[in-house]
């Protein structure tokens, strides 16, 4: 039995999880330095439970990841920016280089575009993203998408990105509906906030209080919209309480708003 469970632990110790070459590594200098003085069973089953969880736990998604961009990367991203202006180049160069990206340097490049708003080479990428054989839908991948258009007010584009997630059964949990429901409102697209938060309250996952609040707090410049939010918050959590802001405050967004859409 305990040469059982010593192959076991040095045969998993190839595994490409850190977490759990760790756990094996540790396990078998264990063995190695107290195989003559071991004389607890409880050892050798600890040391396997903790393969059993190590290699259940999911992995980490690659979009929540750091993301440092190679040199290969840096290079491709160079040249995206400079081709944009010619269509035919661009495309031809996406095909021969971008295409070979590795998919680290292909990640980080669409997160550091999404951070200069360069929409535009977003959706580039964003295309090709999806047509890589390593492609996953990922509520990440579409998250960020989607709080770099609500920034930059692109409301066909984001329109796009939904109707692909929808198609690939991407579900968001309440604290990103929450998020992205915020984003649109900041950037003054209310229509399109109020699109998605009707999203968010058929979706399966449980209501939770907090998103909610992130958006009723983002309505204040919308008073009628924010009645309509607030009745369903107190509907779901009728033990809780919603604290209105004065009056005044809403005049003053009200007015904000106006004098912001006569000055366009």
């Not at 070459?21 to 107290?34: G, P, V």
């Not at 990841?65 to 495309?91: C, F, H, T, W």
Request: aromatic residues 10%; hydrophobic residues 35%.
């Amino acid at each position: 039995m305990r040469h059982l469970v010593y192959n076991l632990l040095r045969n998993a110790s190839s595994s490409s999880s850190p977490k759990l070459y760790l756990c094996c590594s540790i396990s078998t200098h264990h063995h190695n330095q107290n195989h003559h003085h071991c004389h607890s069973w409880q050892q050798f089953f600890s040391f396997a439970r903790c393969i059993s969880n190590a290699a259940s736990r999911p992995s980490l998604s690659i979009w929540r990841r750091k993301k440092e961009i190679g040199k290969e990367g840096l290079m491709a991203a160079k040249e995206l920016k400079r081709l944009q202006s010619n269509p035919v180049r661009l495309d031809r160069f996406i095909k021969t280089s971008v295409s070979r990206l590795l998919k680290s340097d292909l990640v980080s490049v669409l997160a550091e575009f999404q951070r200069q708003d360069q929409v535009f080479l977003c959706m580039k990428l964003y295309d090709v993203v999806r047509k890589e054989i390593w492609y996953r839908p990922d509520m990440f991948f579409y998250r960020d998408m989607l709080m770099m258009l609500a920034r930059n007010k692109k409301v066909d584009e984001a329109k796009q990105v939904w109707r692909d997630l929808r198609r690939e059964e991407v579900l968001f949990d309440q604290h990103t509906f929450g998020d992205i429901v915020r984003a649109f409102l900041d950037s003054g697209l209310p229509s399109e906030a109020m699109d998605i938060y009707e999203e968010m309250r058929q979706s399966p996952d449980p209501p939770i209080s907090l998103p909610f609040r992130v958006i009723l707090k983002g309505l204040i410049p919308y008073p009628e919209l924010r009645e309509k939010v607030k009745d369903d918050f107190l509907e779901l959590f009728p033990d809780m309480i919603v604290y209105d802001p004065a009056d005044d405050l809403f005049e003053d967004e009200e007015s904000k708003r106006e004098s912001e859409d006569d000055s366009s």
